[in-house]
């Protein structure tokens, strides 16, 4: 088992480009979701999904987008990167909501000039 | 929506037990109790979840007060790896699928002395 995986490790855009983050999971979980964490900060919800075909916004979406066509992955895509989304970013993945142990992946350190 | 308060830092001798507070003076019914840590540059880990009852396992224990507003983290024998930022949070038992705003809060920074 590998848990949660998340490429790439770091990554620098400029202003305005795109990019995806990817996050696989080989745990069967229906549940996963996308964490932003700034310096000193705690981790926010950005969005999540509660099976292949389903998601919904968290508590920061707004520049982000998701999909989740497999139960496998869920990429998290910046459409045009803004300097406010330098960030850590995490995915989780976990059996069920509210019970049940969230896996995290070993985040993406994100720099936007 | 329910939130946690913990202190900001604590400090613990090594090889001393550590007791972690946490507040959620309104949480409801339906919330589930999460501790996580997370160690220098990595992604948070589990540390251990309860409801009602309170829990133990390898890592720690979590004591639940009566009127489950408050809980405590419990590490019995500190060492120098439980160095971490550890949050509380609450976790409703299903997806409200309604713009969840799960926060993990800042957490307490937690030092231990050797």
């Known amino acids: 088992n590998a848990g949660v995986t998340q490429t790439p490790k770091f990554q620098v855009l400029k202003t305005g480009q795109s990019m995806t983050l990817q996050c696989a999971q080989d745990?069967?979980?229906?549940?996963m979701s996308w964490y932003r964490q700034d310096p000193g900060m705690g981790l926010r919800l950005i969005h999540y999904?509660?099976?292949?075909?389903?998601?919904d916004q968290g508590e920061v979406p707004n520049g982000y987008n998701v999909s989740r066509s497999t139960t496998e992955d869920f990429p998290l895509r910046l459409l045009s990167a803004a300097p406010s989304q330098t960030s850590v970013y995490f995915c989780?993945?976990?059996?069920?909501?509210?019970?049940?142990?969230?896996?995290f992946g070993p985040g993406t350190r994100l720099l936007v000039l | 929506d329910a939130k946690t308060t913990q202190p900001n830092s604590m400090e613990s001798n090594e090889e001393e037990p550590v007791h972690l507070p946490c507040n959620h003076s309104?949480?409801?019914?339906?919330?589930?109790i999460h501790w996580y840590r997370q160690l220098p540059s990595q992604g948070p880990e589990y540390v251990i979840h309860?409801?009602?009852s309170n829990v133990n396992n390898r890592m720690a224990s979590l004591a639940i007060a009566e009127d489950r507003k408050s809980s405590t983290l419990i590490l019995h024998r500190a060492t120098l790896r439980d160095a971490a930022v550890y949050y509380c949070?609450?976790?409703?038992?299903?997806?409200?699928?309604?713009?969840?705003?799960?926060?993990f809060g800042t957490g307490t920074r937690l030092t231990i002395i050797p």
């Open positions: 989780a993945s976990s059996s069920s909501w509210g019970k049940e142990t969230q896996y």
């Open positions: 999904s509660v099976g292949a075909g389903i998601t």
């Open positions: 309860g409801l009602t």
């Open positions: 949070i609450l976790r409703k038992r299903k997806s409200n699928f309604g713009n969840e705003k799960l926060t």
């Open positions: 745990m069967n979980h229906e549940y």
């Open positions: 309104t949480i409801s019914g339906t919330d589930y």
